[in-house]
């Protein structure tokens, strides 16, 4: 059976200490992923003060479900987005994922980080879900030469290839892209930012923004700083208003998106990466490992929340997979969750005055992390950063992206309203089986009963802290997700990802008197009994 591990379990992370006393910094970094801990090294370097705070532990959010690909290759296609931007922006956002990567690149050459840093070539091929007869890939032949083109035109050494290597489609290769171990380089980066004037602390989540000494409370204690990056995946609302932050999150839409791995018998297999045109689309990594080949295949993307079928999502991977390397032996299996954008363009910037976010990085979560970082600590040092206006938390020219904003909120109120007319999932919390979670009505509250597989059950209230929908039960990840903006919850309440900052309220559910059991004489047939029992 595959395990629901990734192949990064393997790194060694240091452990932190909780916040247990005032501090005063320079910038106080919130979170301890790839934008956290990059963005923390970087300002360390440049002279700060940091005290980075995570909420869990480092690394082991949406950071640590990566199938950490670099490269500079968008899901919104290079021709769309240059029709939508212009060709300068398009141009420019190509050549922000190139800047990361070379950054990534560079910190762990000069730092001897043995994180398997490697450049390998990325393909982009037509979809895998059709037939791979010229006939019927041809009008994406076209579309793919026109991204090919203007790739080249760019600068980026793109090849066009009527039959891409192992898929056996046409697509275009680009060179020079990369691939690395993100747990081991994450780890070796958080030993470089704590000490010397900066601190890193785990299980430390924020729980206020202080207005007039800018800062943050943090279990109790206040950490007071000059600047705020926040590196949350889904940002806090911080200092932002309730208003503004709410119409930010509202341009975010959460995808859940699913992995396996496998491993696989010597062949002549590209060491690379690839992405199809599905939407959504499906990705792959091949890895040479000490061990052998090592295949990485994800995709079969949905809105978080908004489906049951968890379990099949995996088995269609598995079976994808096995029609590109027949001879691939999955073992393992995770997923993670990623952030559109309405304009398919990341934010990343100021929010209010001394508060930068960063968020929407769609599946560059590795390589717009760094870039993210790097702007950071240009906007802390108040430098110009060639790419702060592309990316502009507060741009107002979606141009094109309008209508997916629509379409992408339609939810909220769809599921708001549907999910409160639902009726209860089970009768009682006793018909909640091992591993499973269901939404119970009790005493006119909605109940998000799940089990674990020892039989212990936990009550939390399934009204999603955030905005008031009610979760879904993700039987795959075992946490509680909410289908309106995306939010998702441990089992037993407590928050795994954003918009929502509140755990679900535990819930306590009094028990009743167990019913009287009438016992059966040798007179009173089993029928009678039965109806005794059931009333009728």
Known sequence: MAQSKTP?????????????????????????????????????????????LERDRLAHGDTGCTTA???????????????????????????????????????????????EFRRVPGFLHATLDRDKSLESDKDETKELKA??????????????????????????????????????????????????????????????????????????????????????????????????????????????SYVVGATIAEGELPEASFWDTSDPYYYLRIDRTPKGLYAIFGGQDHKTGQVKDYDHRFAELGKRLREII???????????????????????????????????????????????????CDAVLGRKNPWQDIFCVNRKKARGGT?????????????????????S????????KQGEGKVLIVDGKRVACSRDEKGKLTKVSAVCT??????HWNSAEKTWDCPCHGSRFQAS???????????LEEIKIPRKKAPRVIARSKKQPRRRLAAARTGR
């Not at 339609?410 to 599921?415: G, H, I, K, R």
């Not at 309440?493 to 755990?503: L, T, W, Y």
Request: hydrophobic letters at 40%; a positive charge.
């Open 493 to 503: 309440g407590e928050v795994v990802a954003g918009p929502a900052e509140s755990p």
């Open 466 to 471: 955030h905005m008031g929908c009610i979760v």
């Open 147 to 256: 991204d090919c083109r203007l790739a080249e035109e760019f600068g980026f050494a793109a090849t066009f290839l009527n039959r891409v290597p192992l898929v056996d489609r046409p697509g275009f290769r680009l060179a020079n892209q990369a691939k690395f171990h993100p747990q081991r380089y994450l780890a070796a980066l958080a030993r470089l930012v704590d000490g010397q004037g900066s601190s890193i602390f785990e299980r430390s989540e924020v729980k206020k923004f202080e207005e007039e000494a800018h800062g943050v409370k943090v279990n109790g204690k206040q950490v007071r700083c000059d600047y705020i990056v926040i590196a949350t995946h889904v940002p806090l609302m911080g200092k932002t208003g309730l208003v503004n932050a709410t119409l930010f999150q509202t341009k975010l839409a959460p995808y859940s």
């Open 326 to 376: 027949p001879q691939a032996k999955i073992d393992r299996h995770w997923s993670g969750q990623v952030i559109e954008t309405n304009d398919g363009l990341p934010y990343i910037g100021e929010t209010a005055e001394r508060q930068f976010v960063a968020t929407g990085f769609a599946g560059n979560g590795m390589t717009f992390g760094a870039l993210a970082a790097m702007m950071a």
């Open 69 to 115: 690909h670099l490269t500079s290759v968008t899901d919104l296609r290079l021709a769309k987005m240059a029709k939508q931007f212009g060709k300068e922006t398009a141009r420019a956002v190509w050549q922000s994922g190139a800047a990361a990567i070379n950054t990534i690149e560079q910190i762990a050459r000069s730092e001897n980080i043995e994180c």
């Open 403 to 423: 209508w997916d904003y629509v379409i992408e909120n339609l939810d909220f109120p769809y599921y708001l309203v549907r999910d409160r007319l639902k009726g």
């Open 8 to 52: 990064w379990d393997d790194a060694q992370f240091a452990k932190y200490p909780k916040l247990a006393k005032d501090m005063t910094c320079d910038v106080v970094v919130i979170g301890g992923g790839i934008t956290g801990l990059t963005a923390g090294y970087l300002l360390k370097k440049a002279g700060k003060r940091v005290c980075l």
């Open 425 to 432: 999932e089970a009768r009682s919390p006793r018909d909640v």
